[in-house]
Nanobody, 119 residues
Framework: QVQLVESGGGLVQAVGSLRLSCAAY????????MGWYRQAPGKRLALVAH???????NYADSVKGRFTISRDNAKNTVDLQMNSLKPEDTAVYYC?????????????WGQGTHVTVST
C-alpha cells in the first residue's frame, strides 16, 4: 500500500505559476513511477506529466514547455512546477504512483488538489 499526500494547489491569475508537491508513504520501495493527472470540469482524467524511477519523463502536449516534473527519490516526493498557467489548466490535480511487485502492478492516487487559473 502507498499513501500519497498532495499540497500546493490554489487560485492564480493567468500567466502565473504554482508548484504542486506530493509525498509518498508506505510501500515506497515498490514505486516504479510517479506523476500527475488532472480532471477539468466536465472532462475525463488525463495525464499531465509522468516520471519513471530512471528519470524518463512524459508530458501532455498541452503542458510541454510550461510544466516541469521532478522527483526526489530520497524524500519520496514528486513535484510539478507549473508556469505560464492558462485558464484551461483549471482542474483537480491528482498525484499518482505506479507500483510493481512481481507481475502485479497497481495505481495509487492522492486525494486531489484544486488549481484554478483566472483570466
Amino acid at each position: 500500500q502507498v499513501q500519497l499526500v498532495e499540497s500546493g494547489g490554489g487560485l492564480v491569475q493567468a500567466v502565473g505559476s504554482l508548484r504542486l508537491s506530493c509525498a509518498a508513504y508506505g510501500s515506497i520501495y515498490s514505486i516504479n513511477a510517479m506523476g500527475w493527472y488532472r480532471q477539468a470540469p466536465g472532462k475525463r482524467l488525463a495525464l499531465v506529466a509522468h516520471m519513471t524511477n530512471g528519470g524518463t519523463t512524459n508530458y501532455a502536449d498541452s503542458v510541454k514547455g510550461r510544466f516541469t516534473i521532478s522527483r526526489d527519490n530520497a524524500k519520496n516526493t514528486v513535484d510539478l512546477q507549473m508556469n505560464s498557467l492558462k485558464p484551461e489548466d483549471t482542474a483537480v490535480y491528482y498525484c499518482n504512483a505506479l507500483t510493481v511487485q512481481g507481475i502485479r502492478a497497481d495505481d495509487y492516487w492522492g486525494q486531489g488538489t484544486h488549481v484554478t487559473v483566472s483570466t
